[in-house]
């Protein structure tokens, strides 16, 4: 494992998901200029990575490319933000259409580690389909386009996975591996601090590990995870309450608490060009 040089912590903000809506909360950006947007405040407060998925303008959830291009063009009109593609999309979306965002070349995106049965929401006892040749076909293409992957894992036997790409010398170091806690409506292991110091024991060797809780799980897990070194992930595609009863105004308060612990924990939230020097990524 890898402990952030120099005590930064790279903050990614998950701007909207596939599974919140406006109706659960009115805020959640959902269109191109509203993502972007979202995302140039939050990167106002000290974030450095947005973590996209994009809607039709019915806001339903879409993989199409021009979306994913236009939000892109759009966020970077402001900032120049690190963008990271959900290949991971939602429900609605087949394999082919999640991966559709490759071809907007995003500086990274995610690899989702395996597969998960969902066990709660609409789709509960429908499985979420990451098998691993599918996995080689995409960390490929990814590979032949330079975008570099945020590996999600969502329980221990994910590693398998992770452990495979590294051994077939498809990742790059440091493995950049997302661990994802709390996700029931996607079959993820419980969000508790055993879990999270668990998962922790099987990275494999040159790794940076972010962390990703849902829901009321999100402000401690997160903080647990900078006390251990890791990296974090807040935004209203997690976690749509700023606190119990209270539903979040916009991404950038997540972002703005985030930052306030991390400066109580002697930690400095990375810039885009720090976290690009962290994780290596081209454009360094
Ligand atoms: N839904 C998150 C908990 C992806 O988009 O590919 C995990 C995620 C993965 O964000
Ligand atoms: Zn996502």
Known sequence: MIK????????????????????????????????????????????????????????????????????????????DIIVQDSTGGGPNLTLEQRFECLNAKPEMASLNMGTMIRVSGQHAGLPFLNIRKDIETYIAKMNELGIRPEMEVYNHAM?????????????????????????????????????????????????????????????????MGMILGGCIRVGMEDNIYYRRGELVKNNAQLVARAVRIARELNKEPATPAEARKILGLKST
Request: hydrophobic residues 35%.
């Open 4 to 79: 952030l040089a120099g005590d930064k912590v790279i903050i990614t903000v998950a701007q909207t998901g596939a599974y919140p809506t406006k109706s659960m909360n009115p805020n959640l950006p959902e269109q191109p200029e509203e993502i972007a947007e979202s995302a140039y405040a939050c990167h106002q407060k000290g974030d450095s990575i947005c973590h996209i998925h994009a809607r039709d303008k019915e806001g339903k959830i879409t993989g199409s490319q021009e979306v994913f291009q236009e939000i892109h063009d759009r966020i970077h009109s402001k900032c």
């Open 159 to 223: 590693f398998r996975e992770v452990n495979n790409l590294i051994q077939k010398d498809l990742v790059k170091k440091p493995y950049y591996i997302n661990l994802v806690l709390g996700a029931m409506h996607q079959g993820a292991v419980d969000a508790t601090s055993e879990y999270l110091y668990s998962m922790i024991d099987f990275l494999p060797e040159d790794s940076i590990f972010n962390v990703t809780a849902i829901g009321i799980a999100q402000l401690p897990l997160t903080t």
